[in-house]
């Protein structure tokens, strides 16, 4: 096989697969590593893939244009649904401060708060807020900001603000791309600083994110790997990927 046509046949495997580690490839086409390094690196000038570490992703992996709410609330629901149960166990004790930042699977948790577990409740999203307000066992503070159409979340120096006068006792957190290497990622810049004034205000920081977000990367990094103590996903999560984070240093609960 030319080189031409191994590295046409890679990018469409990789396409086919989401991630494919450089081990995967030099197996899969019998060629040595650092073959398949160049290959990949020829394919990435061209915009076919993009280099993550260990592997590659299809360049459409690199998220730029951001789905809306309601979109992403529809995708992957089973999985959400059981990672926002398994979050649970990462409550801190009754009378704690907890951060929920905005997103669909943080959303899902926000409805399975038990009742007789009071919490403190800071967030900036607009639906959680709805959800939680009036409720007995919660006392909710609703953050400032310029509200995202786009997410429903507030955003801006007013949000980063207020999040640097609180000291939570737990964040849990929402992420667009999640990578051993580059850490947890979103497309949009001043979603970005709002995330990442949530992991400097929190003492423990868990991310939940379904297993199609890990290995991806968007633009805008708010916080690297060491930031996070755990992150809780599901089952479809592949082991090459679980083993980079807990490499990393992340305990990965898998609902």
Do not use: W
């Not at 915009?47 to 529809?74: C, K, N, W, Y």
């Not at 939940?208 to 479809?236: C, H, M, N, Y």
């Amino acid at each position: 096989m030319y080189a031409e046509e191994r590295q046409q046949a890679m990018a469409q495997l990789i396409g086919q697969h989401g991630r494919l580690s450089v081990v995967q490839l030099s197996d899969e086409f019998k060629v040595t590593t650092e073959t398949v390094r160049r290959d990949l690196s020829s394919l990435e000038r061209i915009g076919l893939v993009r280099r993550v570490h260990g592997g590659a992703v299809p360049a459409s992996s690199l998220t730029v244009i951001e789905s809306g709410l309601s979109e992403r609330d529809r995708a992957n629901t089973l999985a959400k649904d059981q990672i926002a149960a398994a979050a649970l166990q990462e409550l801190p004790p009754a009378g704690s401060v907890v951060v929920l930042d905005a997103g669909s699977t943080t959303g899902r948790l926000a409805a399975l708060l038990p009742r007789d577990h009071k919490l403190t409740v800071i967030t900036h999203a607009v639906p959680i807020a709805a959800r939680l307000a009036g409720l007995p066992h919660i006392e909710l503070h609703l953050l400032p900001g310029r509200v995202r159409t786009t997410t429903h979340a507030a955003v801006g120096t007013d949000t980063v603000a207020a999040l640097a006068d609180v000291r939570a006792d737990v964040a849990f957190l929402a992420t667009n791309g999640l990578s051993a290497e580059f850490g947890l990622s979103t497309p949009d810049r001043d979603e970005a600083a709002t995330k990442r004034a949530i992991v400097r205000c929190a003492r423990r920081r868990v991310v939940l994110t379904d297993a199609s977000k890990i290995g991806v990367e968007s633009s805008q990094r708010f916080a690297g790997p060491g930031e996070i103590d755990v992150v809780v996903t599901d089952a479809a999560v592949r082991d090459d990927d679980r083993a980079a984070l807990e490499r990393a240093g992340l305990d990965v609960v898998v609902a």
